[in-house]
């Protein structure tokens, strides 16, 4: 195909080279809402094409498609070997395209060469120093990249900063082997000057090689410098392509639709004579002055480089910040719609309702009758359509749904509008319209605080704070809103550093507190044990008091896998009673069929963990159904206590090892083997998964084999542990295994943990499940009621999560 | 013509459990060849004590984030203990009774709530915990116990009837139209289907988001703490593990009734019906001799399959761009 390609003009002009990969006539809409429109892109070794547009002008949507991860609904994708029937993410992996996205596709919670390595998915092989070729790599790539870079690759990612993420996914990106397109998304937005630099020193050298690269950015200058064509994108249409020497700063921003700026400006002032609506003090403001006053019946938009400040005082005045004063209340609209903005299973309607509805009482009545006429008006005034409020809000270009937003935000007369970049991905027809209505509803009376990504849209505004380093730096009225004067202060210096070091330090103190709460809270219980009865402290009293730790033990580790993923299982302690009462009888009386039905039930549970991640259904819910499926199996083979232990069985426990405990060994080997796993490519592909299941999948890790694997484990743990129930107990009881699913629940949270996943620590776990099972045995020594127990481990998980949460909360603050 | 029946009975999901009780009643006439009424109303009853957990279930679930409340069983034994101490069998202390499962109710849906809200323990761990405390409360309750006597007003509305209809059944149908309503036309229910679709959104377009958690936690608490009150009356005591079925099949009911198992869309009717099929399906397999291992596994099974095969795919249709993954707290 690459000889056909030649016949098309422009690719001679380009060079006689064949195009790693040429997009042809592409497409894509969503509904109504046309994505992208017929565009033609073709990428060649060696060169550095810059893709700009304004926001939502369908960069992003394109470059999607070029990775395979959404399919085009019209046009073709080609590339001289390309032999995967579609285009999806794993053929795009193959043509040797990567992406380096503007949201960090890391896992947080793995270091960073374990991040090298879970790019790879074909390299995970046991291999007994798989960590020395990751490590490395990710050396030599850094090293290659950023020189200097001084980035410990044993670090876990949560430690870095934003920019050095940043670091390292580019490195990532360029050291995973056959790449030969990059497409960096704004890669230099976290990156300061000498880094940034370096990058485009890099992507010199490495052109040169023959590498292709599709550099995506807002700062056209950039551009300029690094580009060697630049493809220009408006409202989805390519609608300018050309070498590098034929443009410029200037003619770039035209081409993007740079007009918008005197589109967006309003035809009239107004005044600024109104009430005052907000003052703002304190913290936000710089300088002398010690207070801003925002009045009725203004635009007031929000300037400045992204992230310094604005979207937090925005959202500041709307939760009442402590630095904020209100004369009346606020509604909003947010413009990430997805995430902050609709309700998808309603309507129009009910969308733009709630906004009325939310400040009633809870009990006062909404009929839909009522709400319809009092949309009326919010709806004509937005030019939406009255007949469509009673369709689905998810059926609405994105447009329209950001209308009934601001409809949402005018039903309920809130005084103050505050707008959270409103127009994001919005096409320009919509946005002429809201900056009409902006001035409408100023005019009106009321106040609007208008956050915006797009200096050009601040034209509209009536006044203009600027923002730089957390603060309002300028307060500009009337003829002083320029663009020019925005970025101008936008990059002034606000001699204010962030001073967080002490903060910082507070937060590893309060996050050391809580790794070492195990083993504090272990050797607290030992102590008092010991103090109550010395004759525990023998080998004898520890031989007696922890074999039941070993269970449990065993049980926490299968819940520690299972949480790992971000899930939980309330039927782990169930599982392991049945395989007691399948040991205690089947096995105990006929061994093979013992030894199926065991297995036959581990390949049950794992099954459980395909269907829980194939159906995208609640763990909980799931695990709770299976806990009565794993007790009404046991209590129909076994309706009561009873059975006999296989005399191998318990064997396993009858051996001794000279001077030690047995289940101080046992205890020990079982912390060894979850550590080892762990350590396994498997245990962190799976540590991967409960951090950042989208990242993993992108990668092309397959989330159902992994969700089996992963209760397979699970398993594996669990039945050993009811295993040793029946060694222990020398019979069977299916009600033995229940109490284990709290306590595991505790002991993984006590051990260090995270509840939402990715985070784990066997000898934590291991330290915690004995914890947990001596203070049981300390509660009955210290005469307390037995009865106490349940309430006792209830209020003991309690205790430690709040401490944990409280540690986290301390260690977030910080960072 | 078929499209059509499809599309209305999508919209309403109650009416799969609905279609599901017919079909079951016809099925359970057939084992034991004959219609009854008699056989209906018992079976109603049953199902009107699950109901009011069910009920309860639906509006925390409906919260979105996974929430479930696990403490209803332990609620509902722990109320059915402490009312029978302090009734003691006498028609003038039931007000005492009352006050007490009302206290039980709000103390306890209070306590998963600022759990939930202040200390950010997921509803799940929380409930789990507090289920355990209470448990104990209840061990404690049953050795201070000695005679189960009821008191006859008490016993006269768990079981009696009127007009030749059970009043636990009217208390069930009234609850579940009084739920219907506070769903469908009322500030609550708008703002419980907004906190769990869009928690974010919800806060944003000015709910209160925390007083609507609140306000759910209480209402299962105070549903299962008085069905527990009731529950007591019916079965004419108290025993340690009377509230253990309601752990599963409150969950049950809710899931098979057509309420969203993320949040954000309930249906008090479905919950409704829900109870009546799982009662009928516990009832066939008591009639075919099954033993209760068998129907313990049976109720797990068919939670799992209704959530695996019906549930999950309506909630991606539904739900559409939005999918189950992006929502953060999928435990």
């Known amino acids: ?815 | 013509m078929n499209n059509a029946l499809m599309r209305l009975m999508q919209k309403n999901r109650w009416s799969w459990s609905a279609a599901g009780v017919i079909v079951l009643w016809i099925i359970l006439s057939i084992v034991t060849g004959r219609w009854s009424i008699a056989s209906l109303s018992g079976i109603l009853v049953s199902a009107s004590f699950l109901t009011l957990a069910g009920l309860g279930q639906m509006i925390v679930v409906s919260t979105g984030r996974g929430n479930i409340d696990l403490s209803i069983a332990s609620v509902i034994t722990l109320s059915a203990y402490v009312a029978l101490l302090v009734i003691k069998g006498q028609d003038a202390l039931i007000w005492l009774g009352l006050l007490a499962t009302l206290g039980i109710g709000l103390g306890v849906g209070l306590c998963n709530a600022m759990l939930v809200i202040i200390l950010r323990v997921p509803a799940i761990i929380a409930t789990l915990a507090t289920g355990y405390i209470l448990a104990t409360a209840a061990l404690i309750a049953n050795s201070s116990l000695n005679g189960s006597a009821i008191s006859p007003t008490l016993r006269w509305i768990a079981s009696g009837r009127v007009g030749g209809v059970p009043i636990m059944v009217m208390i069930a149908i009234s609850t579940v139209i009084l739920a219907a309503l506070l769903l469908h036309f009322t500030a609550y229910g708008r703002k419980l289907s907004a906190v769990g679709q869009n928690r974010v959104a919800a806060r944003l377009a000015g709910v209160r988001v925390n007083r609507v958690l609140i306000g759910a936690f209480l209402t299962s608490s105070c549903l299962a703490a008085f069905n527990g009150l009731l529950l007591g009356a019916y079965v004419g005591g108290a025993f340690l593990e009377m509230g253990q079925p309601y752990l599963l099949q409150s969950v049950a009911a809710v899931v098979i009734g057509g309420t969203l198992i993320f949040g954000g869309s309930s249906t008090a009717l479905g919950t409704f019906f829900a109870s009546i099929l799982l009662i009928l399906v516990v009832t066939i397999m008591q009639i075919m001799g099954l033993p209760r291992g068998v129907q313990d596994m049976v109720q797990g099974v068919v939670v799992i399959v209704i959530l695996g095969f019906a549930a999950g795919g309506e909630l991606r249709r539904s739900r559409g761009r939005v999918s189950a993954k992006s929502l953060p707290n999928r435990i």
């Open chain 1, 1 to 815: 195909m690459s000889k056909q390609d030649l016949a098309d003009p422009r690719n001679v002009v380009a060079g006689p080279v064949s195009p790693i990969i040429s997009l042809q006539g592409i497409s894509k809409s969503y509904g109504p809402t046309q994505a992208n429109v017929d565009i033609d892109l073709d990428v060649r070794p060696g060169e550095v094409i810059g893709l700009v547009g304004g926001n939502g002008a369908g960069k992003s949507t394109l470059m999607k498609i070029l990775c395979g991860v959404i399919e085009p609904t019209g046009g073709v994708i080609a590339a001289s070997d390309l032999h995967a029937e579609r285009y999806n993410a794993a053929a795009a992996q193959a043509q040797g395209v990567r992406m380096v996205h503007q949201e960090l596709s890391l896992c947080t919670n793995l270091t960073v060469a374990e991040n090298f390595f879970v790019e790879v998915p074909g390299a995970a092989r046991l291999h007994p120093a798989w960590r020395g070729v990751f490590r490395q790599r990710a050396t030599a790539a850094l090293d290659a990249v950023f020189p200097d870079h001084r980035l410990n690759v044993d670090a876990r990612m949560a430690r870095l900063s934003i920019g050095e993420r940043q670091m390292v996914e580019i490195a990532r990106a360029v050291a995973t082997p056959g790449v030969r397109l990059i497409i960096l998304d704004e890669p230099t937005s976290s990156l300061n000057a000498d880094k940034s630099k370096q990058l485009r020193a890099f992507i010199h050298r490495k052109t040169a090689e023959g590498m292709a690269f599709i550099f995506i950015s807002h700062k056209l200058s950039e551009i300029v410098d690094i580009a060697t064509s630049v493809s220009v994108l408006r409202n989805g249409r390519l609608v300018w392509r050309g070498d590098v020497e034929e443009t410029t700063v200037g003619h770039l921003i035209g081409l993007m639709g740079g007009s918008d700026a005197t589109q967006a400006r309003s035809t009239r002032m107004r005044s600024g004579q109104g009430k005052v609506a907000i003052r703002v003090g304190g913290r936000w403001v710089a300088g002398a002055q010690t207070e801003i006053e925002l009045r009725q019946g203004q635009i007031v938009g929000l300037a400045g480089l992204e992230g310094s400040g604005q979207r937090e005082l925005l959202h500041g005045i709307f939760s009442g910040d402590k630095d904020v004063s209100l004369t009346s209340e606020t509604s909003f609209v947010a413009g990430d719609r997805q995430k902050e903005g609709i309700f998808p299973l309603w309507s129009v309607l009910g969308n733009v309702s709630i906004g009325r509805v939310a400040r009633r009482r809870s009990f006062s009545s909404v009929l839909d009758t009522v709400e319809a006429e009092a949309a009326q008006g919010p709806a004509k005034a937005l030019r939406l359509d009255s007949d469509r409020l009673t369709s689905g809000i998810t059926e609405l270009s994105g447009g329209n749904q950001q209308k009934a937003l601001v409809a949402r935000a005018l039903a309920n007369d809130a005084p103050i509008i505050l707008l959270d970049d409103p127009t994001r991905g919005v096409d320009i027809a919509t946005k002429q319209d809201f900056y009409r209505l902006a001035g409408e509803i100023a005019d009106a009376g009321r106040t609007l605080v208008w956050y915006t990504t797009e200096d050009a849209e601040l034209m509209a505004a009536d006044r203009v704070l600027v923002f730089a380093g957390g603060q309002i730096v300028a307060d500009l009225e009337g003829d002083e809103i320029s663009e020019a004067s925005i970025l101008q202060f936008s990059f002034a210096d606000t001699g204010r550093t962030e001073n967080k070091s002490d903060n910082r330090q507070d937060g590893r103190l309060a996050s050391l507190a809580a790794m070492a709460m195990p083993y504090v809270s272990l050797a607290v219980v030992l102590g008092l044990m010991f103090n109550a009865n010395p004759m525990t402290a023998t080998a004898f009293g520890l031989e007696l008091l922890l074999m039941p730790a070993v269970v449990l033990a065993l049980v926490a580790i299968a819940q520690m896998f299972i949480i790992g993923g971000s899930e939980i299982d309330l039927g782990v302690g169930a599982f392991a009673g049945l395989v007691s009462v399948l040991s205690a009888t089947l096995l105990a009386t006929d061994p093979a069929m013992g030894v199926l039905a065991i297995g036959a039930a581990i390949v049950a549970y794992a099954s459980l963990g395909g269907l829980i991640q194939l159906r995208e259904i609640p763990a909980i819910v799931v695990t709770l159904g299976a806990s009565f499926i794993w007790l009404g199996i046991g209590f129909s083979i076994q309706p009561t206590p009873g059975g006999s232990a296989p005399s191998w069985l318990s064997a396993t426990i009858g051996w001794k090892v000279p001077g030690v405990p047995t289940p101080i060994v046992l205890l020990a080997g079982i912390a060894a083997v979850a550590y080892a796993i762990d350590r396994t490519p498997l245990g962190v592909v799976l540590r991967g998964f409960g951090n950042n299941a989208a990242a993993m999948a992108l990668s092309g890790w397959s989330p159902v084999r992994y969700a089996l694997l992963r209760y397979l484990l699970a398993a594996f743990f669990a039945a050993s542990a009811g295993l040793l129930l029946t060694a222990i107990n020398t019979a069977s009881d299916i009600n033995s295994g229940n109490s284990y699913t709290l306590l595991s629940v505790a002991a993984v949270v006590m051990g260090g943990c995270a509840l939402l996943g990715g985070i784990i620590s066997p000898l934590g776990v291991v330290v915690g499940a004995i914890t947990l099972s001596l203070i049981g045995a300390l509660l009955g020594m210290l005469n307390i009621a037995s009865d106490l127990n349940a309430a006792t481990q209830g209020i003991l998980l309690l205790a430690i999560l709040a401490f944990r949460n409280f540690a986290n909360r301390r260690s977030e603050e910080a960072e």
